[in-house]
């Protein structure tokens, strides 16, 4: 049996790269089983299946050079258009989106890239008046959605990852100020002694901090919970430049 | 055989045991301290403390330096190493202590089969100094026994041993040659590029 490999990106799906990403030499004690995982996984077949096609040592090594381009990134391409899904712009996230994103872009991002993909690409139709009516993003199920996204070449998609991440850096850059602590001393001494008080105080502050999305929604809900949803389907931008102008303006909750 | 000054020196593989060649190749490459070097950087102080283990090794006696005058020691180590060998054919088979041991044709084709060069590789990595036993041992077969009791490592170790005491460094010595190109340079140096290859992506992407 010959096996089949992937000779570019586009045959590659966002699923397997992901597998890929998680195969690191260093879990394996032996070079040739961490060789036969990555076939594996390119071939779609299970590192037996793999290894049975093997007659010689030299067989392992001409496939392995065949797919060392897959230790490089994917170039950052993507389209707008996704068969029935049409990209999102970024400046039209709502909040829920926005949080949702932070999540699943906080670590090795391509491990939620389906995910991250079915948040971005949505269906969409002309309303009434000729206006573009995204679907709600309440109505996706992001779990079997992103299963669709999986099954698609990576080159399809990941370059809008990346683009995403830039318009993400650059907006909260934009809008660091309202993740400050405004009595931040930045005169005050690293070490001097603390009392009870300013270690609770402290370990309020971390609380804080580790929940600020949350206690962003919070403070926005004034309290009440059962506006969570509505908070979270509003503008992320309209959201921001609300909190931006009450800092200024000095508006109490 | 170099036989000179009261010594008989080993210094072809037809003459040594494929125990007495991992010790002296180990010794070949050891390295030899240079100004700069820091402890554990080198395991001789002088060239010539390395060249009389090589010498004991090849069964010179543990007095050689008392026997040998300086330039008689040079003089040895050039002609030591001046010694050419012919290259023996690659066996199909060996008899050791009565049993016969025999190697796929693959081998004899010029290529490496699968399953021994894994177990190659895994040897040589393990232990880079001394894996020729090993080699050895995964290349020949107890045709008794099963695939899973050939490639048990309790086996190939036990098996190597014997090898290395009963077999001369001849019959190594044509396998060494392919593997060290196929398996050593090729398998293992590439197995190195792809950890730094990864590495440089991982810091790619964290960046």
């Known amino acids: 049996m010959k096996l089949k490999l992937p000779t570019n990106w586009d045959e590659i799906t966002a699923g397997q790269y992901a597998e ?12 040739l089983d961490y060789r036969l995982e990555r076939l594996a996984i390119l071939a779609d077949l299970s590192p037996e299946e793999v290894e049975s096609t093997f007659e010689t040592y030299n067989d392992v090594l001409k496939l392995t050079r065949q797919i060392d381009w897959t230790l490089k990134r994917p170039k950052g391409k993507f389209t707008n258009q996704i068969e029935d899904f049409t990209l999102k712009p970024f400046t039209a ?10 999540y699943f872009t906080s670590d090795d991002y391509y491990q939620n890239a389906g995910k991250i993909a079915a948040i971005l690409y949505r269906k ?13 993003y ?39 100020a309202l993740f400050e602590d405004d009595n931040e001393d930045e005169n005050e001494p690293e070490e001097t002694p603390k009392t009870i008080d300013e270690h609770e105080a402290e370990r309020k502050e971390k609380a804080v901090k580790k929940w600020s999305w949350e206690a962003l929604i919070y403070k926005i809900c004034q309290g009440d919970l059962t506006r969570f949803e509505a908070v979270t389907d509003l503008s992320l931008i309209f959201v921001f430049n609300m909190e931006a102008m009450k800092q200024e303006l000095g508006v109490k909750e | 055989m170099i036989e000179k000054h009261e010594m008989a020196l080993k210094n072809r593989a037809e003459e040594m045991s494929i ?8 010794l070949m490459e050891a390295k030899v301290y240079f100004t700069g070097m820091k402890d554990g950087e080198y395991e001789f102080e002088s060239a010539s403390d390395k060249w009389v283990e090589i010498f004991k090794a090849a069964g ?14 040079q003089e040895l180590v050039v002609e030591w190493c001046g010694s050419k060998g012919e290259l023996k054919p690659m066996a ?15 081998w004899q084709q010029g ?33 008794d026994l099963t695939k899973s009791e050939h490639e048990a490592n309790a086996h190939i170790k036990h098996k190597a041993n014997i090898f290395r005491k009963e077999l001369t460094a001849d019959y190594a010595t044509p396998y060494l040659l392919m593997v060290g190109k196929k398996i050593l340079q090729a398998g293992i140096k590439e197995a190195e590029e792809t950890a730094k290859e990864v590495e440089q992506n991982e810091a790619e992407t964290s960046n």
């Open chain 1, 20 to 31: 890929l990403r998680q195969v690191d030499p260093a879990n394996f004690s032996e070079h």
């Open chain 2, 111 to 143: 290529k490496i089969p699968y399953q021994d060069g894994k177990l190659i590789e895994k040897y040589a990595r393990q232990n880079p100094k001394k894996y020729v036993g090993e080699m050895m041992a995964v290349i020949f077969k107890d045709e």
């Open chain 1, 138 to 176: 309440k109505a996706v199920d992001i779990n079997e959605r992103s299963e669709f996204f999986e099954d698609q070449p990576i080159s399809v998609f990941q370059g809008v990852i990346e683009k995403y991440l830039k318009y993400r850096d650059e907006f909260l850059k934009k809008w660091s």
């Open chain 1, 93 to 102: 996230l709502t909040l829920g989106e926005f949080i949702d994103l932070e």
């Open chain 2, 60 to 73: 010179a006696p543990e007095n050689i330096e008392d026997l040998l005058t300086f330039e008689e020691f």
């Open chain 2, 19 to 26: 125990g007495t060649y991992e010790k002296i190749s180990a």
């Open chain 1, 124 to 136: 969409s139709k002309v309303g009434e008046w000729g206006e573009k009516i995204t679907e709600p």
């Open chain 2, 92 to 106: 199909e088979q060996i008899e050791v202590n009565g049993k016969v041991y025999k190697a796929s044709p693959l």
